[in-house]
C-alpha cells in the first residue's frame, strides 16, 4: 500500500529561492550602477544634448557610457533568469522574463554597435548605418522596458510594485515621447536632451527596484515553512 510522507517545502525550494534571490540582487547592483555611470559621463560633458551621442564613436565618454550601457543590459538578462528559477508568478500575456531578456540583448547589442559622431537622426545628412542599427536597437530595448513595467502594472502580487511600475511607466512615456517630438520637429535642444536622460534614468532606476523586489520575494518564498507530500509506493 502506498504511503505518503511530508517533508518541509523550504527544503526543497531552497536552492532555486537563493540562485533567483542572487542573480536578481546582482542585477539591481547593475542598473543601479549604470545609471550612475550614466550621469558620470553626463557630469563630464554636459554640452551633450542626448543619451546616445555619450558613446558616439571618438565621444571621450564612450567606453564608460557604453560599459553603462552593457550593465544595463546584464542587469535585464540578470532579472529575467531571476524568474526563470523561481518559476513561478510574474506573467502577464506572457512571461516578463522573455520582454527582459529580449530587452537585455538589445541593450547589448546598442552597446556595441555605437552611433557615429553627432549621433544623427537615421536617413539625415551625415548619417552613417550603424547610426540605424544603434538607434533601432536603442529604442526597441527602450520600448520593451515600457512594455515590462506595464506587465508588471497588470501583477496583483505587489500592489506597491504595481503602483511604482504605473507611476514609472506614465513618466517615462510622457517625457520620452515629448522629447522625441522635439528631436524630431528641431526644438529646443537643452529641454528635449533633459527629458530624454530623465526618461532613462527613470527606466534604469526601475530596473533596479524590479530586481530588489524579485530579490524579497526569493528571501520569502525561502522562509516560508510548509509540507509537501511525496508519495512511496
Known sequence: MPKTLERPVGVIARPRAVRSRGLATLGAGCAFASAALIWLC????????YVSQLGATGMPTAPLFNLALLLLAIAAVMVDRALLARRVGYVAG?????????????????SVVTCSPGCPVPFTAGSLPQDFVHIT?????????????AQTAMLRRRPWMRA?????????????????????????TVLGGNLEFTAATLAITWF???????????SAADREPGPAEVTIP
Request: proline letters at 3%; hydrophobic letters at 60%; a negative charge.
Open 164 to 188: 511604482a511600475s504605473i507611476l514609472t511607466l506614465t513618466a517615462v512615456g510622457a517625457t520620452s515621447f515629448t522629447g522625441a517630438m522635439i528631436a524630431l520637429f528641431r526644438g529646443d
Open 42 to 49: 553626463r557630469a563630464e560633458d554636459p554640452s551633450v544634448h
Open 137 to 149: 536597437f536603442a529604442v526597441l530595448g527602450f520600448v520593451l522596458a515600457i512594455v515590462a513595467m
Open 208 to 218: 533596479g527596484v524590479f530586481g530588489l523586489q524579485v530579490a524579497a520575494d526569493a
Open 94 to 110: 506572457w512571461p516578463i522574463a522573455t520582454t527582459l531578456l529580449v530587452c537585455g540583448l538589445c541593450f547589448g547589442f546598442a
